[in-house]
């Protein structure tokens, strides 16, 4: 009896050991798990809701605002006005995208990237929060989700993506009340975190149009301390198709010599950060923002939308291949990248 019962147990004990083995995956302990850091390198695959049209993953497309000589969104464009190279050779534009589809508005997903480190005055973040309200203002009949980022001594989210107006403004009103976040202003990291933010939660299509993805980054314009480069910061601005655009307020005048004289290039502009990925630099030499604002974000919501199917030969070949738009002289052309990496076969 006492070894039919340890028999017993014994082949209990080996069941038992089997059916560990067979699901490895899962911990004995949830709290023996190891932590997984959060990989600061590409993106997680984007999900789209069902009700979108399902873009062929090998159309590339591209961003292209048109400015005219007065630096004015030009926004009576064809396709015909427009051509399209990659690697060199003309391509055939496949897919073409003006702000405006038959009275329809083209959806918006922005990152307000607010810097509050000691550097930023108080008065210059009431003045800020103004403008940003005028900002949202002029889109407010666009179907445009907002989310709110700060960084100063780390990069905190106040606000994750909303279309309520009034929670947009309550993240606002919490950022002039907050005390400075140190003296260290971790900018890339900000925008490395906000391409992130847009590629996670911001689908590439909405409403059954592609998405226009961007992060207005306002700062003093001098990155300290940051942990991820601003050439890496690009190059995933870049796969994820999405334009930052940089607002360098007055405090960055003070170390001039005068205030009259053109700013001189802060570390954010030689970097290229917002014109590798069809932004923009602007100085808020005002003490309004609004209009600066305003003008703002009639650009970001002006964009016309290009693309083309590959080669063949390089559509599956997992290489980097160059984009370049040309369109009607005299006037300026930014295009949000300027290469794209193709499926693995």
């Not at 015909?80 to 009275?103: C, T, W």
């Not at 000691?118 to 003045?127: H, Q, V």
């Not at 950022?175 to 933010?197: F, M, Q």
């Not at 932004?279 to 016309?304: I, M, T």
């Amino acid at each position: 009896m006492k070894k039919t019962a340890a028999f017993l147990l014994q082949s209990s004990l080996i069941i038992l050991l089997l059916m560990t083995l067979a699901t490895p995956g899962v911990p004995q302990n949830p709290s023996d798990a190891p932590q997984q850091q959060r990989p600061r390198k590409v993106f997680p695959n984007e999900q789209e809701p069902e009700d979108v049209v399902r873009f062929d993953t090998d159309l590339v497309s591209v961003d292209v605002t048109v400015m005219d000589s007065m630096g004015r969104p030009v926004k009576n464009l064809k396709p015909e006005d427009f051509k399209i190279y990659s690697d060199g050779v003309p391509q055939e534009i496949a897919f073409f995208q003006l702000e405006k589809r038959q009275g329809e508005l083209r959806p918006l997903a922005i990152v307000f990237a607010l810097d509050v480190s000691g550097s930023m005055t108080s008065d210059e973040l009431g003045r800020l929060r103004t403008a940003l309200q005028s900002f949202s203002s002029y889109l407010a009949d666009h179907p445009v989700s907002y989310a709110v980022m700060t960084f100063g001594m780390r990069v905190k989210t106040l606000q994750k993506f909303t279309s309520d107006a009034s929670k947009l403004d309550e993240s606002l009103e919490r950022i002039t009340k907050d005390a400075p976040s140190g003296l260290s202003t971790h900018t890339y990291d900000a925008v490395d975190d906000a391409i992130r933010l847009l590629v996670r939660s911001a689908p590439r299509t909405r409403e059954r149009r592609l998405m226009k993805r961007a992060v207005l980054v306002v700062t003093d314009g001098f990155p300290v301390g940051d942990t991820v480069k601003p050439e890496t910061v690009i190059e995933r601005a870049n796969a994820a198709d999405v334009s930052v655009f940089v607002v360098t307020l007055p405090s960055y005048s003070r170390v001039m010599a005068s205030s009259t004289q053109t700013p001189l290039p802060t570390p954010l502009d030689v970097s290229g950060l917002a014109e590798l990925t069809g932004g923009r630099n602007v100085y808020a030499n005002e003490r309004d923002y609004a209009p600066l604002f305003r003008a703002l974000a009639e650009e970001v919501s002006s964009a016309y939308v290009l693309a083309f199917y590959p080669p063949e030969e390089k559509r599956r070949d997992g290489q980097v291949h160059t984009i370049r738009v040309e369109g009607p002289r005299g006037l300026t052309l930014r295009q949000s990248r300027s290469e794209y990496r193709a499926a693995n076969k």
